[in-house]
């Protein structure tokens, strides 16, 4: 693939619907690039922009209680050590995966309908794991000591504590999130050189013209380029993998029932894939309506995106289920506690809730009808949204809450400053995500372009 | 700050003076700098230049003196430190004293740790017949009363600052006046004492002013037990259980181990025994109550009655001993009552019955005809001259103190430790009577609400502060030597009684000494030091005096209880009669059997509540007669029915910031009438009160946490408390590291645990652990090191209940270790899990990782880093911990390794055997926890550890916890059809621990 060799895919034949039929070369780079070049600020944006940016400063203000005051603000005790920090935390990673995934793993899979929807997913995943990569450190009794946890030469003469799975945990998310930004930055080069090449105005024409870096478009950027994403995804795809992986370490390493569990690493990825393209969708369909770009992204996408999440979506329910059998197998009464405590008590109701956001509500994708319905997918993302929030939360609080001592058993109250955290990394996403929809292209307009011969040859199937 | 205000306090003539200048020509002046300066101002007084010199120098100290507590000084006396420590002060170690700590007017004799003379925590004196070695939380918490910020510090009359030397004024001012009419007018009110040197000092009172008065007054009085002792021998006599010599003992409401006086040598006669595996010498005891108490947690049977039943239960025993006493009204558990008879006539001299306090005189006699009958008098039970003295009944002596007040015959009324305008019976309305009182004085350690009502207001010593003396309950007396000079300007209440005795000159000191001067024989001056150093004083316990019974004692049968609804009024197991509701660590530290911290209830069992339609934490109207309060509710297995225990203490409206309002009063529904027991009523209202329980799930779930069996079973299957762990792999990928030197391990005997709660406030005490408040508290955030959880096992009605003691286990594969992201909690050479809090940045891991949930985490900054009065109780050799940061039982670990240090600069090898103690283990009563070296066979731990009652606490997760505990066996009566514990928890394994009983969430 790639501009000098645009249809010769090896025999492959690239699926309908990819792109729009009535969209040329031009009307792409017009409908897409003019959105950061326009000169006009947008009502509607601009008020989402300052709903957010009011949501942040909630997350400024919960920070600032929460560092003066301690951890304590939140609704946390022995023996609920980790409550909405963690689940949050785990929330956001989990949405994050979708970007890397779409962009590195349908990469290398040479799913070309990705195109569409890989830069605004890769954006969504960094912004998301940056809402995420808060919890972490914020949730420690002395975050201003969390770099301790990074291996580096001290006077104290102290390495972190390598067997540590919080410890895996800095490597894995870090390393994500840094080849989750070069990968996506390298990938905006070209574009930025086409807005850089479109701009009116001087501060623009210097801004994106010092962001793409000197590109010009020739023969050999371009193979640069294409080795340099062939390189990324190659780093990226086993991330994709291990940051759920580790992160479900967290729990899975733990001796405590309901955490010590086999199946986490491939049931936590698929819920980070699960949740990731339940966000994407979330995200993309408002984006797509509002800026008319329904011929780039198209029911295709959709129906695509859908489909994955009705793949791992299974693999999430098969999750659950291993969890309940093998509590029951192993014959362990702490495990099979664990299950009926779940299942019946004082937080059963946030358990069934998890299954029918879960499990139940994704088989409405079976049927076409759902998966094409705009509304009626929107609003079901936004059920599996929920439902994986809850499924983070059932497997830390109530793991936690009920363990082996019934005498330590106790509940766990969020406050105010738990929710208040939580909505405001709300705040912290969205306005980076109107930011970016305003500022960047939000969809790779070279890339699409690529695509548009290939779909007129096809035209008139459409 | 404290030492300035103590000695400007005494400086009264000038009370306004423009400068330092003036202030240093008064006489107090010149007499205090000379003492504490003596070349300095004799060099000031002869030359201008140096007076001025002297001045600057005493500005920069009294400014110096503010800054901190190194205005802690050794009392001017001589007082003795104990055997072992070095005899002068070396900086850095700690010199223990033996005093002791009084309540009820009975004295406890303490061993007080003191760094640099700061007293900072208490153990009890092995050679105290009251202590042996323990020491209850009550007591034990009497270290923090000394820095107690919210002390009352200063002298005030009519609510302004004053003086000693004006109160010695106005005070011989009221002697002068009322010396024509011999004291007539002026009236005393002191609690119940034992103290020869108070005695002697009202004596002197009496003859100088006959028609003085002096009335006692105690919420919580004896005097049923002496009254008993009257009808059945004719005379006032100390009732004295010999529990050593007991083979049987049935407790009847008595609460011996808890609030009845002499309750840690109760506890450590019948428990200790429980430490070897010699079962006739065990003595099975039988309990009685209405209420769970910490003995119906030992208890071999346990029987729920009501208050008022007991009386005729104890008659069904004594007929059925072939006593001829009338046939008993109530009906009685017939069973019950003939089983305990023939264990009790199979006992013989051996055969004890405790009688509680609160029971009638009727029932007091009737077990000492028992005894006599069994021949266990003078035996087993002792009786002797009484301790508290003089005998009077507290009720009707403030029941006449008050008809004097409302008759206006008192003029003045000094009132020593005593707050009655809170603790005295609702119908009496002392308040109101007080109010007549033309001059009213209060002495007390706070200003409570007693003060707050009186003209004078003196603030009194704290008990490590002042000269005294007080009996055990055997009658040895303990001289009480202060540790340190009073850190404000505070008063005894013996140097205000000797205002009235005319022994003005001297101090407490002198007033002390010359008590036993008169006393002793021989070289007084040795006695004397060897009594300091000992913490008794020798031959002074009182000698049996057995004399015979009357046998009209059958004839008497004990009044009835109340019908319907029985409203009991029990003292607080931390807060006493509300004397102790300042002290925060008691009123956080959670009660032994409810677990509730911070707050009282109305206690009723689950079948009440639910006759009643109560929920735990309903608030209901507590109805007594013509009088109300409103409590909630706690619903408490194991209660008789139609009962409603409350807890006196609590509810005080003038403790301080602490104390006040913490609760509900329920002397506001006591009368003086019935102040025991009485007829009540509850009326639900429609609201809640939140309620801080540490510990709301009391079933075990079938996880074999407190495993038990009978003796028998025991010994026909030696291995039961195993029984579970057979198929268990103990399979490690790792070579067991091997511990060359020390390794140290403990073990705790659940046989000998009945959850006094001792162990907890000790290691508070001894580990710097904060107090955390209510709130906290109901969110799940207490801090204490070591916990002692409860469980019932069988019916909801009627359970068996168990109590285990929690530390930190110290894993050998410890979950915490691996899952710590910056190597702040590891493993130490001897085997101790240790916690680096420098290095913890808090991510909570650990905590959740951990199994037993021991761990603790500072989620907010719970220390007192401001409170400068609060740093004098602190152990220097325990970090004060941070924010953020989590802790937990460290095994002592600065006194293992001031015991390292110590062998090491002895040149020894090995640390001898079992010479640490931990501080849980050095108060415990029962001594049901050993520590020591694991790799020592001749150490009490290592031997406990291979015997097959040892069982490690989920030891089928594999963490090979140090600490382990030995099963709990039942010294049962195969008479007594009860299905042994260890099957019924098995039977009772109830899904989610949702029993229709099950407490709050």
């Known amino acids: 693939m790639g501009p000098t060799e645009p249809a010769s895919t090896g025999g492959y034949v690239a699926p309908a619907r990819v792109v729009g039929s009535s969209e040329s070369l031009e009307s792409v780079t017009t409908k897409i690039g003019d959105i950061p070049l326009s000169p006009r600020l947008d009502k509607l944006w601009l008020l989402g922009l300052l709903g957010a940016f009011g949501l942040l400063q909630l997350l400024f203000l919960s920070i600032a209680w929460l560092v003066t005051q301690g951890t304590g603000v939140w609704g946390l005790n022995i023996p609920v050590g980790w409550g909405f920090a963690i689940v949050n935390f785990v929330w956001w990673i989990g949405i994050g995966h979708a970007g890397t995934l779409i962009s590195a793993i349908l990469l290398l899979l040479k799913q070309e309908w990705r195109m569409a929807i890989a830069r605004f997913s890769e954006a969504m995943t960094i912004f998301a794991v940056a809402c995420a990569g808060l919890f972490p450190i914020l949730h420690t009794g002395r975050p201003w000591l969390a770099y301790w946890l990074l291996p580096y030469p001290n006077t104290m003469g102290m390495w972190p504590q390598f067997r540590s799975p919080l410890m895996w945990d800095v490597f894995a998310v870090s390393t994500y999130a840094t080849i989750s930004v070069v990968f996506w930055y390298v990938g905006l080069i070209p574009d930025l050189a086409t807005l850089r090449d479109r701009a009116k105005n001087r501060g623009a024409q210097w801004l994106y013209g010092l962001l793409s870096l000197g590109w010009r478009g020739s023969g050999r950027h371009w193979h640069r380029y294409e080795v340099a994403s062939l390189v990324l995804a190659g780093l990226a795809t086993p991330l994709v993998v291990s940051v759920h992986t580790i992160v479900s370490f967290d729990f899975a390493m733990s001796v405590i029932p309901g955490w010590h569990t086999t199946v986490f690493p491939p049931y936590f990825v698929a819920g980070a894939v699960y949740s990731g393209f339940a966000m994407v969708l979330t995200l993309i369909l408002p984006f797509r309506w509002y800026y008319g770009l329904e011929n780039i992204i198209t029911e295709r996408h959709v129906q695509n995106c859908a489909k994955v999440m009705l793949a791992t979506g299974l693999i999430v329910a098969y999750g659950y289920g291993m969890e309940v059998f093998i509590a029951w197998y192993s014959g362990v009464q702490f495990e099979w506690f664990m299950v009926t405590n779940r299942m019946g008590g004082p937080y059963a109701e946030y358990y069934w809730a998890l299954i029918l956001c879960n499990v139940i509500t994704p088989q409405f994708l079976w049927s076409r009808y759902f998966r094409t319905n705009v509304w009626a997918l929107w609003m079901l993302t936004i059920v599996v949204n929920i439902g994986m929030w809850l499924e983070r939360f059932v497997i830390v609080v109530t793991s936690l809450h009920r363990d082996f001592l019934p005498s330590s058993w106790d509940m766990y109250q969020p406050t105010f400053w738990d929710w208040g955290m939580y909505l405001g990394t709300f705040g912290l996403f969205f306005t980076l995500l109107f930011l970016f929809i305003r500022v960047l292209p939000a969809i790779a307009m070279f890339e699409i372009r690529m695509l548009v011969p290939d779909n007129a040859a096809k035209g008139p199937k459409e | ?1001």
Request: hydrophobic share 35%; net charge neutral; charged share 25%.
């Open chain 2, 1 to 1001: 700050m404290s030492e300035n205000n103590a000695d400007t306090g005494a400086l009264e003539a000038p009370t306004h003076w423009t400068s330092l200048e003036e202030l240093a020509r008064t006489p107090e002046f010149e007499a205090f700098a000379s003492a504490e300066f003596p070349t300095a101002w004799e060099e000031a007084r002869h030359s201008e230049a140096g007076r001025r010199d002297f001045l600057k120098l005493m500005g920069a100290s009294l400014g110096l003196a503010g800054l901190s507590n190194a205005c802690v000084r050794q009392p001017d006396e001589k007082i003795v430190p104990y055997v072992k420590m070095p005899e002068e002060l070396v900086p850095g170690k700690p010199l223990e004293f033996a005093s002791a700590v009084e309540r009820g007017g009975y004295g406890t004799g303490v061993l007080v740790e003191t760094h640099t003379y700061r007293p900072t925590h208490l153990r009890g004196n092995p050679e105290h017949p009251d202590s042996r070695g323990g020491l209850h939380p009550q007591a034990q918490a009497g270290v923090l009363d000394v820095w107690d910020p919210d002390r009352s510090r200063q002298i005030r009359r009519r609510g302004n600052v004053s003086t000693w030397d004006s109160f010695v004024r106005e005070m011989n001012e009221v002697i002068a006046n009322l010396s024509e009419q011999n004291g007539a007018g002026l009236r005393f009110l002191t609690g119940q004492t034992s103290s020869p040197t108070l005695l002697r000092t009202f004596e002197a009172i009496r003859q100088r002013m006959p028609e003085a008065r002096w009335h006692i007054w105690e919420p919580v009085s004896r005097h049923h037990m002496y009254e008993g002792a009257r009808r059945a021998f004719g005379r006032y006599l100390e009732v004295r259980y010999r529990l050593d010599r007991a083979s049987v003992v049935f407790d009847l409401d008595a609460d011996f181990m808890g609030a009845m006086p002499g309750a840690i040598r109760h506890q450590a006669e019948v428990l200790r025994t429980r430490n070897n595996q010699d079962f006739d010498r065990w003595c099975r005891l039988y309990v009685a109550e209405p209420t769970p108490t910490v003995g119906g947690s030992a208890a071999d049977h346990r029987l729920r009655i009501r208050s008022g039943e007991a009386g005729a239960l104890l008659a069904a025993v004594a007929r059925a001993l072939g006593l001829e006493v009338p046939r008993p009204k109530a009906s009685v558990d017939g069973a019950f009552a003939t089983a305990v008879a023939r264990d009790l006539a199979a006992a013989g001299r051996g055969a004890v019955v405790v009688v509680g306090d609160a029971q009638p005189p009727e029932v007091h006699a009737l077990a000492h005809a028992i005894h006599a009958h069994l021949g266990a008098a003078g035996h087993a039970v002792v009786t002797t001259e009484p301790v508290l003295a003089p005998v009077v009944d507290p009720m009707q002596s403030l029941r006449d103190l008050v008809s004097a007040m409302n008759a206006g015959e008192v003029e003045t009324l000094i009132m020593l430790d005593r707050n009655p305008v809170y603790d005295a019976p609702a119908d009496l309305e002392f308040g109101k009577a007080l109010s007549k009182v033309p001059n009213r004085v209060h002495v007390g350690a706070h200003t409570d609400e007693t003060a707050d009502v009186s003209h004078w207001h003196i603030p009194s010593h704290s008990a490590f502060e002042m000269w005294g003396d007080v009996r055990s309950t055997d009658g040895t007396a303990t001289i009480m030597q202060p540790t340190l000079r009073p850190l404000h300007d505070t008063h005894s209440p013996l140097a205000v009684l000797s205002i009235f005795s005319g022994e003005n000159e001297g101090t407490d000191y002198d007033r002390v000494r010359k008590t036993w001067k008169e006393r002793l024989k021989g070289d007084f001056e040795k006695t004397w030091r060897r009594a300091l150093h000992d913490g008794t004083v020798p031959d002074t316990a009182f000698r049996v005096r057995q004399p015979k019974l009357d046998p009209k004692v059958l004839k008497g049968a004990p009044p009835p209880g109340p019908d319907g609804l029985e409203v009991r009024f029990v003292p607080d197991p931390n807060l006493w009669d509300g004397r102790f509701a300042t002290n925060p660590w008691l009123l956080e530290l959670p009660q032994p059997i409810t677990k509730l911290s911070w707050d009282n209830a109305v206690l009723v069992s689950p079948s009440t509540a639910e006759k009643q339609g109560l929920e735990a934490t309903d608030v209901v109207e507590l109805r007594v007669e013509d009088r109300m309060v409103e409590a909630p509710i706690w619903v408490l297995p194991g209660m008789a029915d139609d009962v409603a225990t409350v807890h006196l203490g609590w509810g005080r409206r003038s403790a301080g910031p602490v104390g006040s309002g913490q609760g509900f009063d329920a002397y506001a529904v006591r009368s003086s009438q019935r102040p025991w027991n009485t007829a009540g009523k509850l009326k639900k209202t429609d609201r809640k009160k939140r309620l801080a329980c540490t510990q709301d799930h009391f079933r075990m779930m079938d996880r074999g946490l407190i495993r038990a069996a009978t003796t028998d079973h025991y010994a026909s299957h030696p291995q039961f408390a195993h029984a579970r762990e057979a198929h268990l792999p103990k399979l490690t990928l790792w070579k067991p590291w091997s511990y060359e030197g020390h390794k140290w391990g403990m073990t705790i005997n659940l046989s000998a645990c009945n959850g006094c709660n001792a162990c907890v406030a000790a290691c508070q005490s001894e580990n710097n652990i904060p107090v955390v408040g209510k709130e906290q508290v109901a969110k799940g955030r207490e801090m204490h090191w070591i916990r002692v959880d409860r469980y019932y096992s069988g019916p909801v009605e009627d359970p068996v209940l168990t109590h285990q003691p929690v530390t930190c286990m110290m894993c050998e594969n410890a979950p915490c270790e691996t899952v710590c992201p910056v190597n702040a909690t590891v493993h130490g050479p001897e085997g101790l899990n240790q916690m680096v809090y420098n290095r913890c940045v808090g991510t909570r891991y650990c905590s959740n990782n951990c199994p037993y949930k021991v761990r603790r985490f500072n989620f907010h900054l719970y220390a007192d880093w401001y409170e400068e009065s609060l740093k004098g109780q602190r152990n220097p050799d325990v970090t004060v911990r941070g924010r953020g940061v989590m802790e937990k039982c460290t095994y002592c670990v600065q006194r293992i390794n001031r015991a390292t240090i110590q062998a090491r600069v002895e040149g020894k090898k090995r640390i001898e055997t079992d010479s640490i103690q931990t501080a849980c283990q050095e108060a415990c009563p029962s001594r049901a926890i050993s520590f020591g070296d694991l790799n020592d066979p001749d150490a009490d731990v290592a031997r406990k550890q291979k015997t097959p009652l040892s069982y490690a606490l989920l030891g089928e997760l594999n963490t090979r916890p140090r600490t382990t505990y030995l099963a709990r066996l039942f010294h049962r009566n195969d008479e007594l059809p009860v299905p042994t514990p260890a099957r019924q928890t098995e039977s009772h394994g109830d899904a989610a621990g949702k029993g229709g009983t099950h407490g709050s969430h």
